[in-house]
């Protein structure tokens, strides 16, 4: 055996190319040249000589200048026709060389001296084959196909040498039992092949033999220089290795990905294409019946026509790789028994044409040849499977982008009554989105495991059968029947998660009310109430956390423990069936290899089949939502010119309703100069646009038209209107709305005035009567309307067919962009008409004080001050909105907005108010009542033919017959409240580009700066790991690390003492023969002793299994309730300026998203990082314990390690943050939408929001797309350095045992680890990535748990209190000044001021005069830092917070509702009677409203009181206040939303049930505090006037006397 590697001794080694024999035949051409096989080989290095010098100058000397000419964008763009063939067969051209190499390598060591010719030409081939391909792509990047005639030449002379060389061997007798013969015979048809390919580019290209080349144009993706993901166009070697990431990723570590960087994605997978693509085939679907079938199963049908071919590619590569991986085992097991043979003679191969050829039997015979083969068969095996991963990946995120986009196109003919009825809500459609579009993906990633996975265990289980017989069968008959256990466990797992997600649902929205309404909370000491109840459901999801604890350390348990008992249990079965029994170490570790294989898909199929019923389930979910009632249908979009109303000098919108502030009616202002929107679409790339797919619908004129008076712009006849199919909500309307007139709509709360709006604009169901838009005054153009807005039924056409409407809906609708964003809403800028708009709202005061001016960002929860900016940001304000601003403020809105700007344009506009004192104003009243029309007309009409109603109009409004007086516009807001809103606008805007707070910390511009962040992007979070792992406390983390430890090594000594045991069964083999005994066992050796303790140690690394996985859980959970526990304490008690500068959605983000990653991901992310780095550490110890030798290679290949797995850690990093950025965007859009629809369908802007869906959702898919291009990028490298590992270990274990006589058993040993370390370290870096991305959310949390609490504490303890105190009421302020923080200036300046008990005090000023700061001092809400506030004799600041609290009462401006029960509501701390509770609801004008509901007080209350009006919550709060019945009430502007009716009532019921007690009114509407005692007026944190309201009316000068004119 030995002879074969080594030469004989004595002989001398001399170089000679035919050999240096003295005997050699090599040199003989007696029978003629060719008839010499030396010559032939010479003969054949002629065509790669020929080609090394011809291409070596070009591509060395002349390439720099030549490419220097060319100007491309891309070196990528253009492939010659055969592109990727050529790369394939150069492929399988190398790797046919490399095998020749190997022959002639292993036919010359038998004999004696070298002969070059047998090896030498395929290695000048093997250049020339890589030079062929270099070459080649140069030319091809260069466009120069010219330069190709090099490649044509050597194609043909090679092609010509190989059949000489191929004829010959055949007129030899050489045949196909020699392996030189099958090599060249593959040669001369690869060569052959690659001329043909080479011909095909001259037919295709004419470079040459033809008058006129051919031009190519690069693809369009090309040409455009913002496409940076070139996986499509790169060739074929960069495709599989990710070569052409190498710059991306590297450039991570110098600048930050962000969305600039990594550009568009190309034409071919943008969510447009794909959708259109997916539309196609459910309009196929639709031929054969001509309806949409209904079901699931015509979604998957058109799924799998739309996007089922790339996943057969998918799965084709998959199974391809799995076969490939059995070559692993196969190799060891070859490898192994070759060197482990006695020493024997060789038989002589035979010899012809003067040279030795070998069988292919002989050449695998060769232990290196195996070991080449293995790395070789690894690369490939590698390369496949991460090329299935990719494209199955590629395709998911395809599918989910056109799913996205035709739940988009749903939503947007959506029936309004579906959401406003509760079958659908805001919450689900985002589910549709963010989970069942994503567990489509995820199907459609794993769905070729399940055509893969059958494949891999049948050979698998043959392959185990062949080296081990029946016992083999019983080894797998244990993975199979344990198989479904895991898929039990998985199950159970599914649904622990899916309890657990109930659990942290309802936790998060209590956490979401507690937050929302924590300034009630706080002012009310309901604290600990709401904190109690967030803590009882936190202690439930705990419970499911346990349970999900245990499961996922059983499956973990099983993962490890499945394959160590499949072993066991074979092995021993093995040596109990035969005594004699053949367990070699090539057996033995070959048998453990295919172990390690079998396991693998057995643990997927669980994964798969959950991914699988996901995905039917969510495909159900689609199927439902896809079926929901529309308002139009989808239809084929046609290219036709509109027909309706053409381009008159007039403005867009026909009319202007509005019963909400909202930026469409700010557009409906800047609309006047606007040209067609298409002439404005041209200004975009064509192919961006929704519109070339959508195109130009044909809008109006379609439907009957019908007679219409020529001054009525809208008409409602007979109409009865409803939201579901019960009773009509509005009945029996007839109204009509006047062309270029204001018309008002009046009514109480509730009477339906905004359901009349959505009737007019279609939103509604029509159960009888007629809509009638008269839209022939205003003749337009539409060019962005979209097929989609067509009608569906006749009867509806009146309503749809009409010209765009600025609607501003009741609920506040802001857009998450910027304030101009919001203001033109997508509308051309026209400075002049910007400037006027900005005017009427008085919004510029607010915009200076902005960090960014009109470009500040705007999001959901800004602090109250910001409100009164947002009220004005749009231009039409209705007054039941509007009354949040000043009395001033809301008179200019009305004098400069709408009677000026809207009225001189002659525009329609129909506002919906509850300031009566406006109707003078209007040309058109409509009165409503009970839900139908109570009268319409002019006020005169009304006068006339209501007089009832025309005088309770008048007493309301506190008017005379005298005109209506104006007042200057309000004063700015003071420094104090600018500053605040700043710092507001500043956290949000910090909240926009949250990313890891140290890229905050460091966030400068100097350079020196940049690069420290960047130095800290590279390095781990040690600090937070750190934090972590204390959290668990000190027993469980040596618990931990001792379980760690002791499993990994009783895993080594497992092996080890196989590999022990295996080799003295072959040495006692060769003992046997020398001694001639017949058995093993009759020659002393025994297996029953190894047996024993193999067993031994396999069961005490089962139970260490088991021990390791609960630590971890154990660890996660301790954690986990530590960290949440601590947090929701501190944020409970943390200051309310924490809230006023912090945006909601950040604080809610720790509790959702940061929670739910320390509670399910960081436990499961620890568990494989410990695991996979123990793994790979002892992996490679073990390589170096058996081949020492291995340790000089190991260091160039753990320093490319380190330098992949740092590059890819900050890439990965900023691509996961950057596709969770981008989702956020996409997912707020889609809310946006839902909430918006009404507002987006009457302005009929679906198609520039379908236009901001594409680019959302474009964004979201590239981030994904490179982030999984830079996994495989990881994967690929760590493989390969992986298959450098095996390649070194093999020949180095193989050289040992030849020469040092290392037991086979250790060479299996070593081989078997070398071969799962690339697995370990792609876990491990992969793991690392994982873990300092989600150790993020441990150092945000961190930074919470920072925050100082409000002092709780007071100098007396609750005992010292008296018990009813305040029994009067008497508040006296002294010398009081207040401030919000230390680092701003006061609010309220030395104020000093004396209240009666019983007295009723009303405070008012302008906007931001410190009004609400005042309120908020006598809660220490605020900092006093001079001064006190005494009320009965108690100094308040010597009080406990939470005594202090409870015991006064206030009403807040905001009305906020919580969900739960009436009761609830009213007293969450149960201490009132129902009595008491119906009484309240009695004052607060209530009680008939609660009497009608089912359960009565035990009604339901929706999230935030939406089954409410706004009036009836603002009610509820002012019910709450009455129920604690405190001696002193304080009032915040809190009749804000209600109707002047309702309020003048409650004034009254105010003044005689609290009689006795003090009430401290700040008020809006100056005429509530006519009848208080004592009135203060402030300006700029001081008190103004301080008085009776008779003595300061009776004052000329006085700013109150003012303030009542104003309010008249």
């Not at 004696?112 to 000048?124: D, N």
């Not at 619908?697 to 008409?715: F, L």
């Amino acid at each position: 055996m030995i002879s074969r590697y080594k030469p004989s001794p004595g002989s001398t080694m001399s170089l000679a190319f035919c050999g240096s024999e003295n005997n050699s035949s090599a040199y003989n051409v007696d029978r003629g040249v060719l008839n010499n096989g030396c010559f032939l080989d010479a003969l054949n290095v002629v065509p790669h000589v020929f080609l090394l010098f011809i291409t070596f100058p070009i591509l060395f000397i002349g390439w720099g200048s030549q490419s220097s000419k060319v100007h491309i964008h891309h070196s990528t763009w253009l492939h010659f026709p055969g592109h990727n063939l050529r790369w394939l067969l150069t492929f399988v051209l190398l790797f046919i060389l490399v095998c020749e190499i190997a022959e002639g390598i292993v036919s010359d060591g038998f004999t004696v001296s070298l002969h070059l010719h047998m090896y030498m030409p395929a290695a000048l081939a093997f250049m020339a084959g890589i030079t062929s391909i270099v070459y080649y792509h140069n030319i091809e990047t260069s466009n120069f196909p010219k330069l190709l005639l090099a490649l044509l030449i050597y194609w043909v002379l090679a092609f010509i040498m190989k059949t000489i060389k191929f004829a010959k061997y055949t007129e030899h007798g050489i045949g196909p039992r020699q392996l030189r013969y099958c090599i060249t015979g593959l040669l001369v048809l690869l060569y052959g092949l690659l001329l043909a390919v080479e011909i095909n580019v001259i037919l295709g290209r004419r470079y040459m033999c033809f008058a006129n080349p051919r031009e190519v144009k690069p693809p369009e993706d090309l040409q455009d220089l913002g496409v940076r993901f070139l996986q499509p166009f790169v060739n074929l070697l960069s495709k599989a290795t990710y070569w052409w990431m190498n710059t991306f990723i590297t450039s991570a570590h110098r600048r930050p990905i962000d969305l600039k960087v990594i550009g568009k994605l190309p034409i071919a997978m943008r969510a447009l294409t794909n959708y259109i693509k997916l539309r196609q085939e459910f309009e196929e679907q639709k031929k054969p019946q001509g309806t949409a079938p209904q079901g699931p199963k015509w979604i998957w049908l058109a799924l799998r026509k739309a996007f089922g071919r790339p996943l057969i590619l998918s799965i084709t590569f998959r199974i391809m790789a799995d076969l490939l991986g059995f070559a692993g085992p196969l190799c060891i097991s070859g490898i192994v028994h070759h060197i482990s043979k006695d020493n024997r003679t060789i038989q002589q191969p035979m010899k012809l044409l003067g040279i030795y050829f070998i069988s292919s039997k002989e050449f695998l015979e060769n232990a290196y040849v195996l070991a080449v083969l293995l790395f070789i068969t690894l690369l490939l095996q590698r390369t496949f499977l991460q090329a299935s991963y990719y494209v199955a990946i590629e395709t998911g995120i395809n599918l989910r982008g056109a799913i996205q986009t035709k739940i988009y196109n749903k939503i947007m003919r959506l029936c309004t009554s579906n959401m406003s009825m509760g079958e659908l809500n805001v919450a689900q459609i985002c589910n549709l989105v963010a989970i069942d579009t994503n567990q489509l993906m995820w199907f459609f990633f794993l769905c070729p495991n399940l055509w893969a996975m059958p494949v891999q265990i049948i050979l698998g289980v043959i392959l185990l059968y062949y080296l081990l017989g029946i016992s083999a069968l019983i080894g797998a008959t244990v993975i199979a029947v344990l198989a479904p256990v895991q898929y039990f466990v998985a199950t159970k797992l599914s649904q622990t998660q899916k309890n657990t997600l109930e659990y942290s649902s309802e936790r998060l929205k209590k956490t979401n009310e507690l937050l929302r309404g924590i300034k009630l909370l706080k002012l009310y000491a309901w604290e600990h109430i709401f904190r109690d109840s967030v803590e009882e459901t936190r202690g439930k999801e705990l419970t499911s956390l346990q349970a999900f604890a245990l499961y996922t350390s059983i499956s973990i348990f099983m993962n490890a423990a499945i394959p160590i008992a499949a072993v066991l249990t074979t092995f021993v079965v093995h040596v109990h069936i035969s005594e004699d029994a053949d367990l070699s170490p090539a057996v033995a570790f070959a048998s453990l290899s295919l172990f390690h294989i079998l396991v693998t898909p057995l643990f997927l199929l669980s994964s798969v089949v959950r991914s699988t019923v996901k995905a039917l389930v969510s495909v159900q979910k689609l199927s439902e939502f896809f079926s929901s009632d529309e308002i139009g249908e989808e239809q084929e979009p046609k290219a036709t010119v509109s027909s309706g109303c053409s381009n008159h000098n007039q403005n867009r919108y026909q009319a202007v309703s509005s019963s909400k502030p909202f930026p469409s009616s700010s557009s409906s202002f800047l609309s006047r100069y606007f040209q067609p929107l298409k002439v404005v679409n041209r200004k975009r790339p064509p192919r961006d646009e929704w519109n070339n797919y959508s195109s130009q619908g044909d809008q109006e004129g379609d439907g009957p038209s019908q007679e219409v008076d020529q001054d009525i712009c809208i008409k409602i006849t007979s109409g009865y209107f409803t939201w579901t199919d019960g009773p009509p909500t509005l009945s029996d309307v007839d109204i009509k709305i006047p062309f270029g007139k204001l018309t008002m709509i009046v009514g109480q709360v509730g009477c339906g005035k905004s359901s009349l709006l959505l009737a007019a604009l279609g939103e509604m169901q029509r159960v009888s009567g007629t809509v009638i838009w008269n839209s022939m005054p205003i003749l337009k153009s539409e060019g962005d309307e979209s097929p989609t807005d067509r009608d569906a039924a006749a009867g509806d056409q009146d309503i749809r067919k009409r010209c765009p409407v600025a609607y501003a809906s009741q609920k506040p609708w802001l857009l998450n962009s910027s304030v101009v964003e919001n203001i033109t809403f997508e509308m051309p800028m026209i400075k002049s008409r910007y400037k006027a708009v900005i005017e009427a709202c008085s919004l510029q005061p607010d915009i200076d004080i902005l960090p960014q001016g009109d470009q500040t960002e705007i999001g959901y929860h800004l602090i109250r001050r910001t409100e009164t900016a947002d009220q004005r940001g749009q231009s039409l304000v209705p007054a039941d909105q509007r009354c949040l601003s000043d009395i001033h403020l809301s008179d200019h809105l009305m004098q400069d907005g709408i009677l000026k700007l809207l009225r001189e344009e002659k525009r329609t506009v129909v506002l919906v108010t509850h300031k009566l004192q406006y109707l003078p104003h209007a040309d058109w009243i409509i009165a409503m009542k009970d839900r139908t029309i109570q009268t319409e007309g002019t006020l005169k009409d009304i006068q006339n033919s209501e007089p009832e109603l025309f005088r309770q109009w008048k007493t309301l409004m506190h008017r005379q017959d005298r005109e209506f007086e104006t007042e200057t516009v309000a004063e700015n807001m003071t420094n104090l409240e600018r500053k605040n809103l700043r710092r507001a606008m500043y956290s949000r805007e910090a909240l926009r580009t949250e990313e890891d707070e140290e890229e905050e910390s460091l966030d400068s511009d100097d350079d020196d700066n940049l690069s420290q962040v960047m130095r800290q992007r590279a390095t781990i979070p040690w600090r937070s790991c750190s934090t972590y792992l204390s959290s668990a406390g000190l027993l469980l983390l040596t618990l931990l690390l001792l379980s760690q430890l002791l499993k990994h090594s009783l895993m080594v000594a497992i092996d080890y003492w196989l590999a022990h045991w295996t080799s003295h069964v072959i040495t006692t083999k060769i003992d046997a023969s020398a001694h001639n005994c017949t058995l093993v066992k009759d020659c002393g050796f025994s297996h029953s002793w190894y047996l024993s303790v193999f067993s031994v140690l396999c069961c005490l690394g089962i139970v260490l299994c088991l021990a390791t996985s609960v630590t971890v859980e154990w660890t996660g959970l301790k954690v986990a309730k530590e960290l949440h526990h601590n947090l929701l304490n501190k944020i409970i008690l943390a200051p309310m300026r924490l809230f006023e500068t912090t945006p909601l959605g950040s604080i809610l983000n720790r509790f959702s998203t940061d929670t739910n990653t320390i509670d399910q991901h960081i436990p499961t992310t620890l568990e494989c990082l410990s695991r996979s780095t123990l793994l790979c550490l002892s992996a490679l110890g073990v390589i170096s314990y058996v081949t020492p030798v291995f340790l000089i290679a190991l260091l160039p290949l753990a320093v490319a390690c380190y330098f992949i797995q740092k590059y890819f850690r900050v890439a990965s990093r900023d691509l996961q943050q950057l596709e969770d950025a981008t989702q956020l965007p996409l997912l707020s859009h889609f809310s946006e939408t839902v909430e918006g629809l009404s507002t987006i369908r009457a302005l009929r802007y679906e198609p520039r929001f379908r236009q901001r869906l594409l680019q959302f959702t474009d964004a979201n898919n590239i981030a994904s797309l490179f982030l999984t291009a830079a996994n495989r990028w990881l994967e690929v490298r760590m493989e390969y350095v992986g298959a450098c590992v095996v390649l070194v270990a093999a020949v180095a274990s193989i050289t040992n045992s030849l020469y040092n006589q290392l037991p086979p058993g250790l060479v299996g040993l070593g081989l078997t680890y070398a071969l799962m370390v690339s697995n370990y370290m792609n876990w491990m870096v992969r793991n690392l990535a994982d873990m300092e991305v989600q150790l993020g959310s441990v150092k945000r949390i961190n930074g919470l748990l920072k925050t100082e609490p409000e002092n709780y504490e007071g100098l007396l303890s609750v005992s010292q209190v008296p018990d009813g105190w305040p029994r009067q009421g008497e508040i006296k302020i002294q010398n009081l000044s207040v401030r919000y923080d230390t680092t701003l200036k006061p609010v309220l300046k030395n104020v000093n001021a004396h209240v009666h008990p019983g007295q009723k005090v009303g405070i008012c000023g302008r906007t931001g005069s410190g009004k609400s700061s005042f309120s908020l001092a006598f809660f220490r809400m605020v900092d006093m830092f001079e001064g006190r506030v005494v009320i009965d004799n108690i100094d308040i600041s010597k009080l406990p917070l939470q005594t202090l609290r409870s015991r006064l009462s206030i009403i807040l401006q905001d009305p906020f509702l919580f969900s739960g029960t009436i009761r609830f509501n009213l007293d969450p701390e149960m201490k009132a009677t129902d009595e008491m509770l119906w009484e309240a609801l009695e004052i607060a004008q209530l009680k008939p409203v609660v009497k009608t509901l089912p359960g009565g007080l035990d009604a339901m209350v929706t999230e935030g009181g939406e089954n409410f009006s706004q009036g009836q919550r603002q009610l509820f709060c002012l019910a709450r206040a009455f129920v604690r019945k405190s001696s002193i009430l304080i009032m915040d502007e809190a009749t804000a939303s209600i109707d002047m009716a309702t309020e003048s009532i409650l004034q009254k019921v105010v003044m005689t049930s609290f009689a006795d007690r003090t009430v401290v009114t700040i008020a809006h509407r100056v005429h509530t505090i006519l009848n208080a005692d004592l009135v203060i007026v402030m300006k700029r944190g001081i008190i103004l006037e301080y008085d009776t309201p008779q003595a300061l009316l009776d004052r000329e000068d006085s700013v109150f006397a003012s303030f009542v004119r104003a309010d008249k």
